[in-house]
């Protein structure tokens, strides 16, 4: 899974969005969504992926997935109780770049995500204030 740590740049019908992940400790690792608007960038958590007991879960406190497949290469999380996204699956190439499969009942959706590392430095920042407002 920690091929995931980093920025990444999606794309779907030619639509940019932006997401990170980063390590919050040995057994999480956060997504960050961010926003980019006329040259302002909007940084939130979005969810992780945890352990809970043995189980592995990707999502935030409204919905989640759980582990149904791990390898070195490939995720899948299932949630069969949902009305989209019932399995998701992200394929990992090997060069920097990753697909996410969203697959429901009704339609399957593709997006591309590229590691672009000139962000990584806004995302630290905002790690970093998150951090210090939480210590002060």
Known sequence: MWWL???WRGSVAQNFFYEAWRPFNDSVLVNFKIEIKNGDTSISESGA???KGKELIYGNRSVSWKLARLTENEIVLKNDSLM???TIIWLYNGNNHWLAILENPESTVYYDLEKIPWLDKKIDEFIRDIIQRKSN
């Open 5 to 7: 740590i980093g920025s």
């Open 49 to 51: 992926l945890y352990f």
């Open 84 to 86: 989209y996204s019932n």
